[in-house]
């Protein structure tokens, strides 16, 4: 896991959405990593530091003056140990004394003790946000380097809707990843993935498509986003009820066969690899048509289809391809048969889509990666990120093969 065995501090100021960083906390210990708790007194007013010591098996750390651990100075030595300080919720007034170097709470001290990368999220009302002096500050943080992750649109505790809302826990969870991930072994690489199965209308209410959810493709966009790469997911279903658009990644949303040629090869100019596990379809209707078919006095419905031509020969030269062959019978054989109708590729990923636990919606997966030698890699069922991983650690040794 990307996380695992990685140092986060965790700092947590005084706002109503504090109560989303004790799920935060448990969210990145279960993906491995060592998680420590600063918090601002404040923040100990909307949750107490005895949650977080429950949820990360490690004290919080609230009050300057009264040492929850043997360590000297606690604040220098977890801002020495930290891989990553995030700060979510960051309130208006702790974004503040982070801008003008206060170190009168345990956060703000933190962060100015650090050389570890910092993140925050905002969390406040509509108006604090919008206000001139906080958005001063948080330019000034982003000059500095530091990664702002949000806020969202929403409700707000104020009874109002605007930017203010602390984003979701997955996000700060993929923020955390795409941080720690930037000089992994695809950094400096761009990669393009396409997710999703196409739709081709057949009227303004109909269309011909396919069952794939996507997850495959989004397992893939967040698997090279953690190693470093620069990713573009070209996809045709977005939230919801498609997983939530992954930090740190360039989303292109498409519907159509057409659409998702275009995305993909404007994408793919100057890129290193395009990993194509969207499902695409073969056929598309001859003709759409212009208002919805209505039904008939009891009479059949005949639709006239055309074939869709395969768009990756006209990828560049260069990059690398790696295809995907959802198959329901001779898989291997059928997957090879990509290579005749979609031109030369460096990999295809085979899998069988009638399997009730590996295929179209399901959280796992099982796939046979297939290369150009004649290779076959068998890979058990897995979740869809860690397929992911597995394939993109393919892609990288390819790629590094190049140089």
Known sequence: MTLADRHIVLGVSGSIAAFKAADLASKLVQEGALVDVVMTGEAAEFVTPFTFRALTGRPALSDMFQPATEQREEHVALARSADLVLIAPASANTMAKLVHGFADDMVSLTVLATKAPVAVAPAMDAQMWEAAATQANVAVLRQRGVTVVGPDDG?????????????????????????????????????????????????????????????????????????????????????????????????????????????????????????????????????????????????????????????????????????????????????????????????????????????????????????????????????????GVRILDRVAALLASRR
Request: overall charge neutral; some cysteine; glycine content about 12%.
């Open 155 to 387: 409700h707000l505790a104020s009874g109002h809707t605007g930017p203010g809302r602390l984003v979701a826990v997955e996000t700060l969870v993929g923020a955390a990843k795409w941080v720690l991930g930037r000089g992994g072994a695809l950094a400096g690489r761009r990669i393009v993935v396409s997710a999703g199965g196409t739709r081709e209308p057949i009227d303004p209410v109909r269309f011909i498509g396919n069952r794939s959810s996507g997850k495959m493709g989004f397992a893939l966009a967040e698997a090279a986003r953690d190693r470093g790469a620069a990713v573009t997911l070209v996809t045709t279903v977005t939230p919801p009820p498609a997983p939530p658009a992954p930090f740190g990644v360039d989303v292109v949303a498409v519907e159509t066969v057409a659409e998702m040629r275009e995305a993909v090869l404007a994408a793919c100019a100057g890129a290193d690899a395009l990993i194509m596990a969207a499902a695409v379809s073969d056929y598309r209707p001859a003709a759409r048509a212009a208002q919805k078919i209505k039904k008939g006095d009891g009479g059949g419905l005949t639709l006239a289809l055309v074939q869709n031509a395969s768009f990756f020969p006209e990828v560049p030269d260069g990059v690398l391809k790696v295809g995907f062959a959802a198959e329901t019978e001779n898989l291997i054989a059928n997957a090879r048969l990509k290579t005749l109708t979609h031109g030369p590729l460096d990999l295809i990923c085979a899998n069988d889509v009638t399997a009730p636990d590996a295929g179209f919606g399901s959280d796992t997966n099982r796939v046979t990666i297939l290369d150009r030698d004649g290779g076959s890699e068998e890979l058990p069922l897995l979740s869809k990120y860690e397929i």
